[in-house]
């Protein structure tokens, strides 16, 4: 327990915390393990004290068979090598949980997924695609979608000058195009009917991506 009085006195001195009207309200820290990733949501640290404190057991999560493939060309060798996906099911998702879940993304994001650069995470709904999966390489040049939350479809290319235009509170993804913009292939997601808006979710990718489906039934 402390307080931002406290904390800026220990630092700075109260001198700082003085001029600073830090709040001398008590406040609990935890300090967060670099392998306890699990803690950075409220839901995992509640979950971790429940379990300490003995109100429940430990939940150990199982691999089941797998039900769906995702092929893998050679291509992507050339641009972003690795995927990782998981099919969590069973869960009821509202708007509050999903909200949750990104702010814990975006936390991973910030941290150990360097911002993106090593690894880019993305939650989509199983229910909205059709298994099986490719992901691929494509030349940029020849890909035309309708990208996440646009109405029409437009070349890669297009995109980028579109998204450029925008402010960063507009397009979140602006400060990743870099990443791929000057390439001649992009990282592509594909389901059975063919791509769709899935695609932009892979363009802040530079070492390994994990894709998460999941089932809202």
Same mark, same amino acid.
């Given at each position: 327990m402390t307080s931002d009085y406290n904390r800026i006195t220990k630092e700075q001195g109260e001198v700082a915390a003085i001029k600073q009207k830090a709040s001398k309200e008590i406040k609990f820290v935890i300090? #967060?393990?670099a392998n306890? *990733?699990? +803690? +950075? =949501?409220l839901e995992g640290i509640c979950n971790a004290l429940n379990v300490f404190l003995g109100n429940k057991e430990t939940v150990f999560y199982k691999k089941c068979k797998p039900? %769906?493939?995702?092929?893998v060309t050679e291509n992507v060798k050339l641009t972003r090598p690795y995927i990782v996906c998981a099919v969590m099911r069973d @869960?009821?998702? $509202? /708007?509050?949980? *999903?909200?949750r879940f990104l702010e814990i993304q975006e936390k991973l994001h910030n941290n150990i997924c360097r911002?993106?650069?090593?690894?880019?995470?993305? #939650?989509?709904? +199983?229910?909205?695609? $059709?298994?099986? @999966?490719? %992901?691929d390489a494509r030349k940029i040049s020849k890909i035309n @979608?309708?990208? +996440?939350? /646009?109405? &029409?479809? *437009?070349?890669? &290319?297009?995109? @980028? =000058?579109? *998204?450029n235009k925008r402010n960063l509170t507009d397009c979140h993804v602006k400060d990743f195009l870099p990443l791929i913009q000057n390439q001649?292939?992009?990282p592509v997601l594909i389901d059975k009917e063919g791509m769709r808006d899935l695609i932009f979710r892979l363009l802040?990718?530079?070492i390994r991506l994990s894709l998460v489906f999941t089932s809202y039934n």
């Open positions: 300090d #967060i393990p306890r *990733y699990d +803690l +950075l =949501g039900q %769906y493939t995702m092929r @869960f009821k998702i $509202t /708007e509050s949980v *999903y909200d911002k993106r650069n090593l690894v880019a995470i993305g #939650i989509h709904n +199983l229910d909205s695609v $059709t298994p099986d @999966f490719l %992901y @979608f309708v990208a +996440l939350n /646009e109405e &029409k479809k *437009y070349s890669v &290319k297009k995109l @980028f =000058g579109m *998204y001649s292939l992009c802040n990718l530079k």
